[in-house]
Each structure stands twice: as C-alpha cells, then as structure tokens.
C-alpha cells in the first residue's frame, strides 16, 4: 500500500514541474545553440579553408629543398679561405645529422614530433597548463610548424597568420614525410653569428664538423632556435649554460641518453670559438678577386647557389706571405717619424664611466690583425701603460717605447702628443714585450706562383684589406726600376752580347744636339764610376751606366718588342733610354708571370687561380688542370733563359741580393732587386725552379720612401722570409745547360757567339760595341749594334733622377 501523498509535498511538486521544464527547455536550446556553434564553426572553417586553402603556397618545392646557399672560397687542401652571401649555411642531409643533434633538438622543440600530424595537441594542453602553473614552458609550437613559419610565413602574431600557419602545417605534413621536414628545420633555421642550420653553427661556435660533436656541444646548439642572440654561447655564456643544461635534462626525461651520459655532459667544459681564438687565414684579396669572376658568371645567383671554388692557394705559402709583408712593413714604419695617437679622449673619474669610455673608443678603432689598439692610462718617457678591449692593461717599457719616442716628448706638438686617453696602437715584439706603434700608411704586395704552370700559391694584395681594399698586385701600375734590367740583358743576349762582353762603366754625355735641349750626364745610384767590367758583374752590382750601354747599343724599339714576349704591354714602356732603368709601368702580377718565363726554361705562362667549382650538393662546374709547358707558349729560347738564370744567380750570390743566398743557405735562388726614381718603388722579383715571387713596397700616392730605402733593404727581406717556408724540404735544383751552349773559361757562351763573333766589349773606345770583325759570322752580321739613340726632351726629363739600384 502506497503512503499518501502530503498535501505540502504535492503542491512542492506542482512548482518544480514548471521550472523543470524550463530548465529542460534552457539545456535543449543551449544545446542546440552548441551544435548550432559548432556547426557554425566548421561551416567557417571550411569557408576559410575553401578560401585559404587555395592561396597556400606551392609546398612541393620543398621536396627538392634548395636553401639559400653561400659561395665558399677554398685552399688547395680544402681550408675555408671566405664566403660570401648573407647567410652563413652547410646544407647537410639529414641522414648525415648525428643522432644526438636529432634527439637534443626533438627534446627541446617537439618530443612528439614523430607521434603527432603537425599540431600536437597535448603539447598545447601541456603548455596551457605549464603557462597558467608558471612552470617552464616547452612551447606549443611543432617542428612542422616552425618550418611554415620560417618558410614561409612573416613574424607578425596576428589571427589569420595562426590561421595560415595550421593550414600549411597540415599541407607540409601530407606532402613531405617526417625526415624531409626535420631536414629543412635543420638547415634552415637561423642560430646566430650569421650561421643558418646546425652544421654551420657547429663550425661557428665550436670550429668542428656537426658530426664530431658531443652531447653538451648539441645541446648548446639546441638552445639556440628559441632566442639565438640571448642564449649565444659567444655573447652570453651564463645564460647559454643555464638552458643547456635544461635541455640535458630534457634528453634524459625523453631516454635519449643514460643519466651517465646526462651527468658527464653537464660536467663536460665547452671550447667556444671565440672571434680571438679563430685561426683565420688572411686570403681577403684573393677571396675578392674570387667573388668578382664568379659574379661575372653567374651574377646575383652566385651569392645563393651555394657554389664552392677550390682554388690553387696553399694555405701555408699564404700565411707565410702575409705574415712577411706585414712584418716587413711595419720594420719599415719602425723608422718612420711618429704621426701622432689616432684619437683623444677624456677618461672619466667614475671607474664604470671610464670602461664604458675605453670600450666604445675602442669599438670605433678596431684591431688590426696583430696591430692592437689600446687607450693610454699613464705616459712617460720610460713607461707607459694602456688599456685594450676587455680591460686588459699593459706597460710598455724601454725599446718598447722608440717607435712613439717623439710623442712622448716634452716638446710634442699637442697633436703628436701621446697622453692619458690617446688611443694607439701596440704591437707584441719577437721577445714576447709590448712595443707602441701606428698604423703603417706605406703599402705592399706579395705574389708566389709556380712557374710551370702559373698557378697562384700566395697573393697579399696589401697591408691589410679592410683598411685598404685596392689590390696592388693585380691593379697598381708602378715603376719597376733596376728589376726591369734582366729583360734587357735577356734582348742583348740575342743581339751578340754574352756575359763576358766588358762594359764600360764610366760617365756619359749626351750633348744639346742629341737631346734636343740641355746637355744631359746621367750618374750611378752610389755617384762613383767603376771602368770597365764584364755584363755579368754589371747586372749583379745593378749599374745603371751599363743598362744605358746596352740598350743604347741594341736600340730601343728592339728591346721594347722584345719585352712584350714575357706579357709586357708596349706602349706602358716607351722606346727611350729610361726603359734600361724601369721607367715604364708595370703590375706585380705582371712581373711574377715575366720572370717565371727565366724560370721554367723559357715559356710564357698565364697566372691562375681557380682549378675547380662545384655546387655543395657536389655537382661540378668547372674543373681546370694544371697545363703543361707547351712548346706553342715558348717566348724565348731555352739558351737565353738558362744565361740569365745565371746572371741572376751571381745577383743573389755577390750583388745586390746577396743576402738571399747567405740566408737560405742554397745555391738555385735567383733574382734582381728594384728602388726607382727618389727612392718611391722598392721591389724584389726573383724564383727557385719551383717559386716565382715578387715583392713591391711604396705609398699609394708616391712619394719617398726615404734617402736610404732600397729595394734590397725593404723588399728582399721580405722575399726572403716567405721563401724560408715555402722552400722548406725543397731539394736543390739547378737547371742543366739546354743544346747549343759552350762552356768556356768558366762562363756560358751561345755556340754561335764564341770565337769571337759576339759582342766583346762597349763603351771603351766609343758609344758603339766592339766585335772581332774577322771572326764574325753572318749571324753576328745580322746583329750589327744600332747607333746611339737621340733623346728627347721629355725622356731627358724623366731620366734624370732615375738612377738608384
């Protein structure tokens, strides 16, 4: 039996149906509004995806990923000289990416990155969660994603960007599998220091290959996507450490290495690249002329197609180069008078204001190379001590001191006047001390090359190529001066003249009528007159009356034809009797190709720099071999280039370049020493059977170098420094007599110019040359000596001051 219903409780129940029902008829609209909602919401989706879809880019080009690719300039060996683009990047394939650079990135970026389809939608709960408890945040952002971002998105944080992000998202994940993806985030992501991908930023921050490098390294490199300037090693190495070590944790939480592993890379002491730790070689002008031939080829295309150009520079011969140039310069501004500091400023009294002071001055005036620059705290004339970038602070003491003496005077004018808050510049000696110095304003230029086949082993285009970037050794047309004469000692050998021919070192007069205006009496460098002399001892002490003899006795349009067989342009060497002295133009390249033709037995050769360019995937474009001496390229006969091997020989034994053969202490080294008109030019040309090198000394806009600068005083030394290492283990190497020569009375003869029928002797009874008569051949007839040359006005103007060795 049922129990009766109260009459309270039935009418309790009579109110609630009402709003049960209304409460009923809410949930049914709120759900019908939800669906309706989402409905509404896929109908938009759809619209926009109908819309948006369409207008995504074209994503299969991803397929074949091309970054952008920077041109890359080689040694020989292989060594990275420079490159050229905006971003610093080493396409590497993923399968070529070591495992523990995969999984230290997947545990920082996207753990899930092989489970989810692009969005992972735990890692965005994940992140929600970690962002509202103020954890660490792993982001919600996939590798996927990242790679539409970075592909081909813009960084603006707006609603439709989101929108396109998700969209492509999806498109790459349907169209590339998951490793092509990960490669290109790998390769192209931006890590710092202008390196794009982990390869080169392995080679950026640890000077290692990607696949050398441990766990620590990796994760260091893994901290870099989420903020490259704030966790950069380099810049920030606190805040860089702190995040690797997170990451550590990470790769252990995700089982990709053991906590061994976790516990030895946090332990594990990171050898970070630094700017100063860069063993760098200095190849910028080589690396300039590289850019601009490859320029010329493919245009803008040469700065993204990723071109490599191995070219025929030896990385030792190179820096053996630019340390001698560089060293033989500043042995120079040694003896130079003092210029003055670079800059003056006021150090400030508060100690952080002073650093802060020191540091941007400095920032402004730049090291250079060796060269350092410091700012001057205390100044006297037995001490002084400065401050360089980075607050390091050194004394300068005693002969460290000679260069800058003049600035340390008391009567100093206040331009010249070094004092607390100058900036200078301070250079480290051979001892290990510090000595004061300047920025040198006199330039140079090196060039080695192999002579038997032309390509370029070292070229140093000038003191320093950021401070100057005109290449002197390809663009400065200079006077060559006395290391012009062996090109026209070479053309008389073919006119009868042997090393044996007596000349008559002695005065010359060229009366008004054979100028054409003043009388002229040309002199030696050293203003004495020695009598005669054999042609060989003439070139060795490089007399200029016996260069005038010769070439006044061969003719001067002779000699300037014959000139051009070893690449010399005519018309830069006019038919005057200033040619005998180098008073035309030349370049060094020019004269490393002229005198290479002494050195490979007589064949012109073209210098030459790139043997090779490829594409870094590995395609070649081009590959140039060495080319053999060919008889086609012979510019002078065997015989004449052995002689003046010869005659160069006694130059670098007892002449004016004595001091190379005591030096290197080996007989086959030959050469000629060159200082033109008031001392603005000093050269060194000379070579081994293996190395042509030219050595030039002189100030830009010219000007004296100084009343006691020669060429075998500034440029020999030089020469000679390079040599020592680019000969080392180079055996001895003389060249045998080709056919066609005698040897007679221990000096070398042409078969057809003994007996008599050369030249025997110039000058001692006239202008013209004497020759036994009786003995002569119909070839010696056919040589007969031209009559003396009438000079003209404005030879006789050039002439007269062009007499230096």
């Given at each position: 039996?049922?129990p ?43 619209l ?11 994503v ?13 300039v ?11 683009g ?21 545990a ?10 692009g ?13 509202v ?11 996927t ?9 813009s ?7 989101k ?22 985030y ?16 392995s ?5 290692k ?8 390294e ?25 995040r690797q ?10 089982g990709f ?12 002491v ?9 063993q ?14 490859m ?19 030896r ?23 003092y210029?003055g500091?670079e ?12 650093e ?17 620059s ?7 004339p ?9 607050g ?22 206040p331009?010249?006047?070094?004092r ?8 480290k ?15 140079g ?12 082993k ?15 050794v390809?663009?400065?047309?200079r ?22 021919t ?40 490089s ?6 003899q010769?070439l006044?006795?061969?003719g ?13 342009d005519a ?16 370049t ?22 790139i ?6 995937r ?12 060919s ?40 050469g ?98 004497e ?13 007969a ?6 000079v003209?006005?404005e ?11």
């Amino acid at each position: 039996m049922q129990p009766e219903e109260s009459p309270s409780t039935a009418a309790a129940t009579a109110r609630m149906h009402p709003i049960l029902g209304l409460l009923l008829k809410a949930l049914a609209w709120l759900m019908g509004a939800s669906i309706a909602a989402v409905v509404g919401v896929m109908c938009l989706v759809a619209l926009v995806m109908s819309i948006a879809y369409p207008n995504l880019p074209e994503v299969s080009d991803l397929a074949s990923y091309r970054p952008k690719l920077p041109l890359r300039v080689f040694s020989i060996e292989g060594d990275l000289l420079g490159e050229f683009g905006e971003e610093h990047r080493t396409f590497t394939p993923i399968a070529e990416i070591p495992q523990v650079m995969k999984d230290a990135i997947l545990a920082i970026e996207d753990a899930r990155f092989f489970q989810h389809n692009g969005v992972d939608y735990l890692g965005v709960v994940r992140a929600g969660l970690a962002n509202v408890g103020k954890a660490k945040s792993q982001g919600a952002s996939t590798i996927t994603m990242q790679v539409a971002r970075n592909a081909y998105l813009s960084t603006e944080k707006t609603f439709t960007r989101k929108i396109y992000e998700i969209l492509l998202t999806f498109k790459l994940e349907n169209n590339l599998t998951k490793d092509q993806i990960l490669e290109i985030y790998m390769n192209q992501i931006y890590l710092g220091n202008r390196a794009y991908g982990f390869a080169a930023a392995s080679e950026t921050y640890f000077g290692k290959p990607l696949k050398d490098i441990s766990v620590a390294e990796a994760a260091m490199l893994a901290g870099l996507p989420k903020a490259p300037s704030a966790y950069n090693p380099i810049a920030n190495p606190k805040r860089a450490r702190v995040r690797q070590q997170y990451i550590i944790e990470r790769m252990l939480e995700n089982g990709f290495i053991s906590a061994a592993q976790a516990e030895a890379a946090k332990a594990e002491v990171l050898h970070i690249k630094t700017l100063a730790s860069r063993q760098k070689i200095h190849a910028e002008y080589v690396t300039e002329m590289v850019r601009q031939l490859m320029f010329a080829q493919y245009g803008e295309e040469t700065y993204t197609r990723g071109l490599d150009v191995r070219t025929t520079l030896r990385s030792a011969d190179q820096d053996a180069a630019y340390r001698a140039l560089r060293r033989g310069i500043m042995d120079f501004e040694r003896r130079q008078l003092y210029r003055g500091p670079e800059k003056f400023i006021t150090l400030p009294d508060d100690a952080q204001e002073r650093e802060d002071a020191i540091f941007e001055v400095l920032d402004e005036h730049p090291d250079n190379g060796d060269v350092l620059s410091a700012v001057v705290l205390e100044a006297g004339p037995k001490k002084m001590v400065v401050q360089r970038q980075g607050g390091e602070t050194l004394e300068i003491l005693g002969e460290g001191l000679k260069p800058v003496l003049s600035g340390l005077s008391d009567k100093a004018a206040p331009n010249i006047k070094i004092r607390p808050g100058a900036v200078i510049r301070v250079a480290k000696t051979d001892k290990g001390s510090w000595e004061a110095t300047q920025l040198p304003e006199v330039e140079g230029a090196f060039l080695s090359l192999d002579p038997r086949d032309g390509a370029i082993k070292a070229l140093v285009g000038g003191f320093d190529f950021a401070k100057n970037k005109f290449n002197h050794v390809t663009q400065a047309w200079r006077q060559p001066g006395s290391s012009f004469k062996p090109f026209i000692y070479s053309a008389s050998l073919e006119k009868g003249f042997t090393p044996s021919t007596v000349i008559n070192d002695a005065p010359l007069f060229f009366d008004a009528g054979t100028t054409g205006g003043q009388p002229w009496e040309p002199k030696n460098y050293d203003g004495t007159f020695d009598g005669p002399m054999t042609m060989r001892r003439g070139l060795a002490k490089s007399k200029n009356m016996i260069s005038i003899q010769i070439l006044n006795s061969i003719g001067a349009r002779y000699a300037q034809d014959w000139i051009t067989r070893f690449g010399f342009d005519a018309d830069k060497h006019p038919p005057y009797l200033t040619m005998a002295l180098g008073a035309g133009s030349v370049t060094p390249m020019q004269m490393g190709a002229a005198y290479s033709v002494f050195a490979n037995g007589g064949y012109r050769i073209n210098p030459w720099l790139i043997s090779r360019v490829s594409e870094q995937r590995g395609r070649v474009l081009v590959d140039t071999p060495a080319a053999p001496l060919s008889e086609e390229n012979r510019a002078i006969d065997a015989r004449n280039a052995f002689l003046m091997t010869s005659l160069l020989q006694e130059v670098t034994r007892a002449g004016t370049a004595a001091r190379a053969q005591a030096t290197l202490k080996r007989p086959d080294i030959y050469g000629k020493t060159g200082t033109t008109n008031d001392a603005m030019d000093a050269w060194f040309a000379g070579y081994q059977a293996t190395t042509t090198a030219i050595t030039w000394i002189g100030y830009d806009t010219p000007r004296k170098l100084g009343d006691r600068e020669t060429g075998g005083g500034l440029a020999l030394p030089i020469w000679i420094s390079y040599m020592a290492t680019a000969l080392r283990n180079v055996p001895v190497m003389e060249p045998d007599a080709p056919e066609g020569l005698l040897h007679l009375g221990n000096e070398w003869y042409y078969e057809e110019f003994t007996k008599g029928a050369g030249v025997n002797s110039v000058g001692s009874t006239g202008s013209k040359p004497e020759r036994d008569t009786k003995a002569a051949t119909p070839a010696a007839a056919d040589t007969a000596a031209a009559p003396p040359l009438a000079v003209s006005p404005e030879e006789k103007k050039s002439i007269f001051d062009l007499f230096r060795n």
